[in-house]
T-cell receptor
């Protein structure tokens, strides 16, 4: 069974440029999560989807970040415009049911973003 | 407020030695969940264990074991007879259980197993 797929794996952009990350969760997983992991830190939740609905986006900086999960399958996270402080690894995860966030989450390999 | 502290930033041991990774948590809730995740160099986090606050039994899974002590708010992780493949960053995490809350991760402990 394929795991969580993310692309690209690496992205280098200049500040003020836009960037987008894509995630395809495990087939059949209803809940999808986006996390940001700064260097030397644990992941921090940005947004959680149950199917198409964003049920928790309280940590998403909405002035520059946006996300969508059309059709409740794959998802895109966008930053526009990017700032130097956005350099991090962006992790996507999915879980089968998502009745609670404490369900086992399966993580993708992440996208490492470098903003110059 | 909930908080997870992993005081050991980096640990190096020689292969076949036992190693314990410490985790101390803070929460006001009586119901909560604790997790350990492994992050190998490839980047994806791998779920290792989830325990709820009402289950203080220690758990063993192969070479891995976990010691949950509510009296000291600790949830330590021991690898017995370590192997080079155990080299990774290990994260302890906490989620309060009275509502659908976030998982708060510690800063992680980077474990090097030397051949």
């Amino acid at each position: 069974e394929a795991g969580v797929v993310q692309s690209p794996r690496y992205k280098i952009i200049e500040k003020k440029q836009p960037v987008a990350f894509w995630c395809n969760p495990i087939s059949g997983h209803n809940t999808l999560y986006w996390y940001r992991q700064n260097l030397g830190q644990g992941p921090e939740l940005l947004i959680r989807y149950e199917n198409e609905e964003a049920v928790d986006d309280s940590q998403l900086p909405k002035d520059r970040f946006s996300a969508e999960r059309l059709k409740g399958v794959d998802s895109t996270l966008k930053i526009q415009p990017a700032e130097l402080g956005d350099s991090a690894v962006y992790l996507c995860a999915s879980s089968l049911d998502g009745q609670t966030i404490r369900d086992e989450q399966f993580f993708g390999p992440g996208t490492r973003l470098t903003v110059l | 407020a909930q908080k997870v502290t992993q005081a050991q930033t980096e640990i190096s041991v020689v292969e076949k030695e036992d190693v314990t990774l410490d985790c101390v948590y803070e929460t006001r809730d009586t119901t909560y969940y604790l997790f350990w995740y492994k992050q190998p160099p490839s980047g994806e986090l791998v779920f290792l264990i989830r325990r709820n606050s009402f289950d203080e039994q220690n758990e063993i899974s192969g070479r891995y074991s976990w010691n949950f002590q509510k009296s000291t708010s600790s949830f330590n992780f021991t690898i017995t007879a370590s192997q080079v493949v155990d080299s990774a960053v290990y994260f302890c995490a906490l989620s309060e259980g009275h509502r659908d809350d976030k998982i708060i991760f510690g800063k992680g402990t980077r474990l090097h197993i030397l051949p």
